[in-house]
């Protein structure tokens, strides 16, 4: 926009200041008006969304607790070749004595063994028994006796390849022992058969979640079609069928399923009364996959339900209708008219069940028992019971990632413009 007249004369406005800035200024104005009203709901975002992710994928690399523990035996430790086969020297056993004796005053020294615990089986209480001996310890020296004699761990290179292995600040070991890996004197090296369980249960979980998935659409799709061909009136009131679930707690209705499907609950006595079963032929249906599935199912089947019923809504009946007139029977009418009017309610309810019951841990903790548990339950249990919340933000990043791939591949296949909610 030029801001002259063709005959060269400055545009301005009535106070006289250039016409182009004044416009420049008002935009500037609306600019800054925008964002002060949104500015709530941004905060609101990075706050409870934004800044715990962030929280999670540093906690995932973060290992300040040894070089923080133990300053000085860190740097003493980088003339030391792991690889030698034999322990450091006195001068890195000083320079330990005199991390230990603040550690132990400052009570560091438990965590740091926790930590190192993780990585190598029996540190924790290594840490622990020499803390209670550094202050008997000779501050004159030597040393390295004197550590050899409150624990003959102090003489093992494995012990001093750990501490120089996770000294740096930032580390892999999480994400590595997520990958049922380990980072070893020899490089990246796979943990035993027997050890490999996060891979694993990687698998189970996106296996199920993908069962579940399938079991809500196959149910909650007739469902959501007798709803949305019934009156408004009496598709209101069977509407209240399916939000009742919302009403009752996740974890009364878990329990409920723990009651129905166990051996002596109330579907195999049905079934053997029956006769459909014998009394030796009861069903296991609790504490394995066939729990974790059915329940589930029943917990997240209205969040299918709900937009396909929405979509369905939308759907005119002339199309239906006019595909008859022209011979269709009701079978291809439906295939070819109705269904593909109804993808983006499919789309819709597949993806909120879908990422819903990738993350549930509660249901598949009560009715999973060891066969039925996510690698959300792994997660739970780093994160309460064993404190490791290095691996657990490491297995949720992973998680995290392993939805977003899942994410752009259905994008690719599908479309996300294909999602609507009605």
């Given at each position: 926009m030029s801001d002259?007249?063709?005959?060269?004369?400055?545009?301005?406005?009535?106070?006289?200041?250039?016409?182009?800035?004044?416009?420049?200024?008002?935009?500037?104005?609306?600019?800054?008006?925008?964002?002060?009203?949104?500015?709530?709901?941004?905060?609101?975002?990075?706050?409870?969304?934004?800044?715990?992710?962030?929280?999670?994928?540093?906690r995932s690399v973060?290992?300040?607790?040894?070089?923080?523990?133990?300053?000085?035996?860190?740097?003493?430790?980088?003339?030391?070749?792991?690889?030698?086969?034999?322990?450091?020297?006195?001068?890195?056993?000083?320079?330990?004595?005199?991390?230990?004796?603040?550690?132990?005053?400052?009570?560091?020294?438990t965590r740091l063994g926790s930590r190192l615990n993780y990585e190598e089986s029996g540190i924790s209480s290594l840490f622990r028994k020499t803390g209670r001996r550094i202050k008997r310890m000779d501050e004159a020296g030597p040393f390295k006796e004197q550590f050899l004699d409150a624990d003959k761990d102090w003489g093992t290179v494995e012990t001093w390849q750990v501490l120089k292995r996770y000294s740096p600040?930032?580390?892999s070991g999480y994400f590595l022992n997520s990958f049922d890996a380990?980072?070893?004197?020899?490089?990246?090296?796979?943990?035993?058969?027997?050890?490999?369980?996060?891979?694993?249960?990687?698998?189970?979980?996106?296996?199920?979640s993908i069962v579940i998935t399938?079991?809500?659409?196959?149910?909650?799709?007739?469902?959501?079609?007798?709803?949305?061909?019934?009156?408004?009136?009496?598709?209101?009131?069977?509407m209240i069928l399916v939000l009742l679930p919302?009403?009752?707690?996740?974890?009364?209705?878990?329990?409920?399923?723990?009651?129905?499907?166990?051996?002596?609950?109330?579907?195999?006595?049905?079934?053997?009364?029956?006769?459909l079963i014998s009394e030796a032929g009861r069903l296991v249906m609790i504490n394995n996959q066939t729990g974790t599935i059915i329940a589930m199912t029943h917990i997240l089947l209205p969040f299918m339900i709900l937009p396909l019923y929405s979509v369905m809504k939308t759907i005119s009946p002339t199309y239906v209708r006019a595909a008859k007139s022209l011979g269709a029977n009701d079978w291809i009418s439906f295939w070819r008219v109705y269904f593909p009017q109804s993808v983006p309610g499919i789309g819709a309810g597949a993806v909120l069940v879908f990422i819903l019951s990738i993350?549930?841990?509660?249901?598949?903790?009560?009715?999973?028992?060891?066969?039925?548990?996510?690698?959300?339950?792994?997660?739970?249990?780093?994160?309460?019971?064993?404190?490791?919340?290095?691996?657990a933000a490491a297995l949720g990043t992973l998680l995290l990632v392993a939805v977003m791939v899942l994410f752009v591949v259905y994008d690719k296949i599908v479309g996300i413009d294909n999602v609507k909610l009605g």
């Amino acid at each position: 926009m030029s801001d002259t007249t063709q005959d060269g004369q400055l545009l301005t406005t009535a106070d006289g200041k250039p016409l182009k800035a004044s416009l420049a200024k008002a935009l500037r104005r609306e600019k800054l008006r925008a964002l002060m009203l949104i500015a709530p709901l941004l905060i609101f975002v990075l706050i409870t969304f934004v800044a715990p992710i962030a929280d999670m994928l540093f906690r995932s690399v973060e290992n300040g607790i040894v070089a923080d523990t133990l300053p000085k035996t860190v740097v003493a430790l980088e003339a030391w070749d792991s690889t030698s086969g034999e322990a450091p020297d006195e001068t890195v056993f000083a320079a330990l004595y005199e991390d230990m004796v603040i550690a132990v005053d400052e009570k560091t020294h438990t965590r740091l063994g926790s930590r190192l615990n993780y990585e190598e089986s029996g540190i924790s209480s290594l840490f622990r028994k020499t803390g209670r001996r550094i202050k008997r310890m000779d501050e004159a020296g030597p040393f390295k006796e004197q550590f050899l004699d409150a624990d003959k761990d102090w003489g093992t290179v494995e012990t001093w390849q750990v501490l120089k292995r996770y000294s740096p600040r930032i580390t892999s070991g999480y994400f590595l022992n997520s990958f049922d890996a380990q980072l070893t004197a020899d490089g990246v090296e796979m943990k035993p058969e027997d050890e490999r369980i996060y891979m694993f249960l990687f698998g189970r979980t996106l296996f199920l979640s993908i069962v579940i998935t399938i079991s809500c659409l196959l149910l909650g799709y007739p469902i959501a079609f007798l709803l949305a061909a019934l009156p408004l009136r009496t598709s209101n009131l069977l509407m209240i069928l399916v939000l009742l679930p919302f009403w009752t707690s996740l974890l009364v209705r878990t329990s409920a399923w723990k009651v129905l499907l166990q051996q002596q609950g109330v579907i195999n006595d049905f079934l053997v009364w029956t006769g459909l079963i014998s009394e030796a032929g009861r069903l296991v249906m609790i504490n394995n996959q066939t729990g974790t599935i059915i329940a589930m199912t029943h917990i997240l089947l209205p969040f299918m339900i709900l937009p396909l019923y929405s979509v369905m809504k939308t759907i005119s009946p002339t199309y239906v209708r006019a595909a008859k007139s022209l011979g269709a029977n009701d079978w291809i009418s439906f295939w070819r008219v109705y269904f593909p009017q109804s993808v983006p309610g499919i789309g819709a309810g597949a993806v909120l069940v879908f990422i819903l019951s990738i993350g549930y841990y509660i249901t598949p903790e009560l009715v999973g028992g060891t066969s039925g548990i996510f690698i959300s339950n792994r997660i739970a249990y780093h994160i309460s019971s064993s404190l490791n919340w290095g691996l657990a933000a490491a297995l949720g990043t992973l998680l995290l990632v392993a939805v977003m791939v899942l994410f752009v591949v259905y994008d690719k296949i599908v479309g996300i413009d294909n999602v609507k909610l009605g």
